[in-house]
């Protein structure tokens, strides 16, 4: 499951509940941070800096309370932290910016005249221009060396003819309901678009820079992703699987090089597992990459590969570095690759020479999720060494810094959120190392405390958990634990056994093993805070999504010691799941031993809803009910084990949202709430 993250149903009774939570006084709610002020946050995305490191134009977003949907905007900044003035404004989303090469020109896409299109601006006069008329909306742009061309991705739909031609016409006037549906392919749905998976695929595309007609460089039914040019202009990098059997082999990608002048095809790597993210060298004789061999394990770590332009001579650079790797940007003299990567719940930048020796340029790459604490910054590199990228603090959602380069001192440009957090006390947060009970591992995590703490009070404690499993919560801003914090409650959130950013081992501690010890490691994490003194041992509660949903289950399934539960999105049934989340090709492949029917007996042990007999803890669960990830049926049935049981329990049904229920403001809002309505409700059952 990817980490990821409501809106408030319709009965009454629920809406009264979610917003009976600890009332503040009229001090208190403007002293502190509350759900309205969802809204005004801001987030600095995408920094793109200038070819000579002089400008920076990056995505500036936030959300319209109005319709309740995200907004974004393009800024440029000097590096210097003057000149910082809006490129777009209005209502319309603006992103994707690209730097020509020159420096002269922005390449950008833009929904301002309604469907998404590439626009490119003039930075010397301002003018603008759409480029494109198309169809369907552009991604990945990429300026040809010359700036003469851009590359771009694009959906290309396939038109299938229906199995039953020969139908009948209804008569005139009839409703005969929706036509038929008829499905072919193992990955008929995917989690995020708004119903079925269309037919067709991603393929590359080319656009002269003065705008017309762009060319469809790739054909065949594979996805095309990740175009990146060659120097000499002519050849184009991209990853893809192009196996007939994609469906059933999903990590299974590699580098192609495509010739723009015939669309003739070399295939650069064989190896069996996943190869992306090529970038060549600025003098075109290597190319660099990402990828590992596939060994049909939970958690592997990305290496760094380097080969010869022709696909020869591919080794792995990265061999020491324990640590998987993201981005990558050469170096303007090609010595080496600036690459991000996470350590110990911290986003980085780092740098590594041909000899595989790595360094740390940049630390607090802040993840762009506002609402929980999870990895994933983002950063590029100018010809002078310039760095931009995304810098956070548990405290402050990302805003946009730079860098002088590798030696180079860090110089944050922007305070997007000034406004709304400069009149706000908000919950400190503290790292905390434990030992696991387990085998004493040592296990990080982060307390954060509610506004106002007193050492010398005792506090409610929420354990909040995080998805993945293979993913890492760290030192990074959360409007969710913040509400948290502001209604009164100390949270902890940790990462257990089977989190990224400690390595390939730790990661794979959980391997045909989830959940299992990552349940010791979070109890030793609350102990651990419980010793702290501030805790009341007897106000205990527990909520987590996806992946934190599973293990929220399981815990209920396994502890009485918790006051009441929220689980979000879960994984309750894995024998079900397999068979019914989108991507069935993958699952049963790498986090068991094979399908379900062939190993029953352990599908069934690691599924929670094995131990719903043993819940007492009064439990909610929270689900999108377009969630193809984690499908609304899991949670259908772990509710209806808990009413068999009689366990106290209440289901909420998110109708627009996917896997993501927080991917609206409003569901967001809804979400904690609800959770904050339930905890209290069973605080006040004990008359605490």
Known sequence: MRPCSLVIPSSAALAVLAFSVLPLTAQEKEAVFQPLDVFGMEVAADPRISPDG???????SGFDIMTDSPTSNLWIINTDGSGHRPLTSGSAGHGSPRWSPDGQRLAYVST????????????????????????????????????????????????????????????????????????????????????????????????????????????????????TWMPEGGSILFSANRREDASHEPMDSEVYRVSVETGELMKLTSRYGPDGGAVPSPDGNLIAYTGFDDEHQGYQTSEIYVMNADGSG????SGSFDR????????????????????????????????????????????LSTGRPYSGGQFTVARNGGIAFTEGTPHQPAELAVAGGRDGTVRRLTDLNADLFGHLELGAVEEIWFES?????????????PPGFDPSKKYPLILEIHGGPFANYGDRFSAENQLYA?????????????????????????HHAYPSQDYDDLMSGVDAVIAQGYVDEDQLFVTGGSGGGVLSSWIVGHTDRFRAAVVQKPVINWYSFVLHADGPGFFYKYWFPGPPWDHMEQYM??????????????????????????????????????????????????????HGIASKPSNLIAKVQHILAWFEKWREAEGS
């Not at 009970?437 to 405390?449: E, F």
């Open 324 to 367: 998987g790797v993201g981005a990558l940007a050469w170096s303007a003299d090609g010595s080496g690759l600036f690459f991000s990567y996470d350590d110990e719940g911290n986003g980085k930048v780092g740098f590594m020479d041909l000899r595989g020796n790595a360094e740390e340029v940049v630390a607090d790459v802040q993840g």
């Open 54 to 60: 002089s400008r920076v134009v990056y995505v500036r």
């Open 486 to 510: 502001s209604a009164g409650y100390v949270v902890l959130y940790t990462n257990p056994r089977g989190s990224t950013s400690y390595g390939q081992e730790f990661g794979n501690l959980i």
């Open 605 to 658: 042990e690691r599924s929670p809803l094995s131990y719903v007999g043993n819940v007492t803890t009064p439990t909610m669960l929270i689900t999108g009910e377009q969630d193809y990830r984690t499908p609304m049926s899991e949670s259908e049935q772990y509710f209806a084990g808990l009413q068999i049981e009689g366990v106290p329990s209440m289901l909420v049904r998110v109708p627009d949202a996917p």
């Open 112 to 227: 301002e005249d309604g469907g998404a299109e590439i626009w490119v601006r003039w930075m010397d006069t301002g003018q603008t221009a759409k480029l494109t008329n198309l169809t369907e909306s552009p991604g990945s742009l990429a300026w040809a060396p010359g700036g003469e061309s851009l590359a771009f991705t694009m959906f290309v739909p396939e038109h299938r003819q229906p199995l039953a031609v020969e139908m009948p016409a209804p008569p005139e006037g009839a409703d005969w309901g929706p036509p038929i549906r008829v499905i072919d392919k193992m990955n008929y749905r995917a989690d995020g678009n708004p119903g079925f998976v269309r037919d067709g695929n991603v393929h590359l595309f080319v656009l002269p820079a003065e705008g017309g007609t762009p060319r469809q460089l790739t054909i065949g039914p594979f996805d095309h992703t990740s175009p």
């Open 437 to 449: 009970s387990y085998d004493g591992r040592r296990i990080q995590g982060w307390i954060v405390k």
């Open 314 to 317: 591919s080794r792995q650079l």
